[in-house]
C-alpha cells in the first residue's frame, strides 16, 4: 500500500529565508509524485509534478522539487521565501499505472512566514 | 488543464437532512473524484466515480451515506445524507484531465453541520 509522510506539521521562516518541506512515500511500485498548495480558505492548486526523467522538478512561484529514489523522498525547497508564500503544502502520490489512479495524501505542512 | 466548477461553495445545514454537491467539468474525463477535508486535516479520498458505473468507495465510506452520481463524462454529485456535526468538513471534487498526469481540483464545499 503507498503511504505519505509529511514530518513537518509546520514550518516558521522569515521572509527571504530558504526553506525545505519534507516528503517520504512508500511503495513498493513506481510512482508519480506531487506537491499541491492550499492557500487560506480555497482550493488546491498543483505546484508541480514528477513523472518521469530528470528528478529535480521544478514549478510555479519558484518551488522546485528533488525526486530521490532511493531514499524514497520528493522534498520541496525554495530559496527564498514571501510572505504570499504561507499556506499549507500537501505531498501526494499516485500509484503507477495503476487501475484507479487515486491520489493519496499526506498530512501537510503548514509555511508559515513571517515578517 | 480542466477547469472544474463546484456548487455550493459553502453551505450550513441543520443535522438529519441531506446536501448535494454538484462538480460540472468543462472537458470531458473518465473518472472523477471525491475528497472530504475535515477541519486542520489532509485530504481523504471518498470514492471514484467512473461514467456508467458504480462508483467505488473507499475503506469507511458507503453508498448509503455518500451517494454519488456521475450520468455524463463532465458531471457528477455526491450526497451527503442524513448529516451530523461530523460530516462538517470541504468537500472537493478532482479529476485527471484527458492526457495529464496532475489532478485538478475543485475549489471546495465548505459544509457546516449545525
Redesign the interface.
Known sequence: AQSVTQLDSQVPVFEEAPVELRCNYSSSVSVYLFWYVQYPNQGLQLLLKYLSGSTLVKGINGFEAEFNKSQTSFHLRKPSVHISDTAEYFCAVRHYGGATNKLIFGTGTLLAVQP | ?AVISQKPSRDICQRGTSLTIQCQVDSQVT?M?WYRQQPG?????IA?ANQGSEA?Y?SGFVIDKFPISRPNLTFSTLTVSNMSPEDSSIY?C?V?PEGD????????T?LTVV
Not at chain 2, 486535516?41 to 479520498?45: A, F, I, N, P
Open positions: 488543464s473518472m473524484f486535516q489532509s485530504l481523504t479520498l471514484t467505488t473507499e472537493l478532482s485527471v498526469y496532475g489532478y485538478t481540483f475543485g475549489s471546495g465548505r
